[in-house]
């Protein structure tokens, strides 16, 4: 197997990893043109092992696991090889596209604070979102524009306001997991699991609605080569977001609200049929 071989193969696996995971974004990435597809994955597949440590290896180490991850990622970068298959191909996507190594330093910040904390004063509760969600749409960015300065810096806003908006509608579908199964609360500034109510829901609510606003108008912006897919993104959590919004807390504590395969299927349709008729504004 040649070096390319194996990249090809890296590539494969992290495509596979965010399949496995996560059908939703599986679905958008896949209506990229081709080109963009394989460095999106790597991406996701990196983010997703990072999150599996801190979220489901209970019956490990997780803080040395994940020290251990930080480390082979930034020799995997360095050294632009690894042995890790998705570290990878998440190096190569990191070092063709020029992402930042700030923003990554952010992601793997906020995965150590996910083992240690438990709530979230407002202060740290936003460096948690942008390091955890944020970068991860600007790591994106930097694929979709591929050395393009000044449009990164023009989006740059909108695609941090889509990761938070996506990122603080899990955290609305997933109460009941995060209390039972990981004993967080992703509600700023609520610190005790009685303290979760509707009023502190419609705070982040009305957040998420600013959000959504806000990432909408730079995907009208984006290439045509990936607005398909991240307008479907978009408009699937935006569905997501308006089941989530009709429910109350205890609702929500008791089940995980869904959105059904048909129906993704048919925002996809849909976001075929609209997007290219979407305008900037």
């Not at 983010?47 to 019956?59: P, Y």
């Not at 996910?114 to 790591?139: Q, T």
């Not at 938070?164 to 699991?193: E, T």
């Amino acid at each position: 197997m040649t070096l390319e071989q194996y990249s090809k193969t890296s590539y494969k696996l992290s495509k596979k990893l965010t399949v496995a995971y996560s059908t939703s974004f599986s679905w958008g990435i896949k209506v990229f043109k081709p080109e963009y597809r394989d460095p999106i994955f790597a991406i996701y597949g990196f983010v997703r092992v990072a999150d599996e440590i801190v979220d489901t290896f209970h019956d490990f180490d997780k803080k040395e696991l994940l020290k251990k991850f930080e480390e082979d990622t930034w020799n995997a970068i360095e050294n632009k090889i690894s042995t890790n298959p998705v570290l990878h191909a998440f190096q190569e996507t990191v070092n063709n596209y020029d992402i930042d190594h700030k923003l990554i330093v952010a992601f793997l910040k906020s995965m150590e604070m996910d083992l240690s904390n438990e709530s979230y004063d407002r202060e740290v509760y936003d460096e948690y979102i942008y390091g955890s969600a944020e970068v991860v749409g600007l790591m994106c960015l930097k694929v979709f524009l591929d050395g393009d300065k000044i449009k990164y810096d023009e989006l740059e806003h909108s695609a941090r306001m889509l990761g938070a908006a996506f990122q603080k509608v899990n955290f609305l579908r997933d109460i009941q997991s995060d209390i039972n199964d990981r004993g967080r609360i992703y509600l700023p500034g609520v610190h005790h699991f009685d303290f979760i109510d509707n009023s502190n829901k419609a705070l982040l609510e009305k957040e998420v609605d600013v959000e959504f606003k806000e990432a909408f108008k730079g995907i009208v912006k984006l290439p045509i080569a990936v607005k398909l897919g991240v307008y479907s993104a978009y408009l699937y959590y935006l569905m997501l977001f308006k089941k989530i919004k009709r429910l109350d807390v205890e609702q929500l504590k008791s089940k995980r609200v869904r959105v059904s395969n048909w129906y993704k299927f048919y925002l996809l349709l849909k976001s075929y049929l609209e997007v290219k008729v979407i305008k900037t504004t």
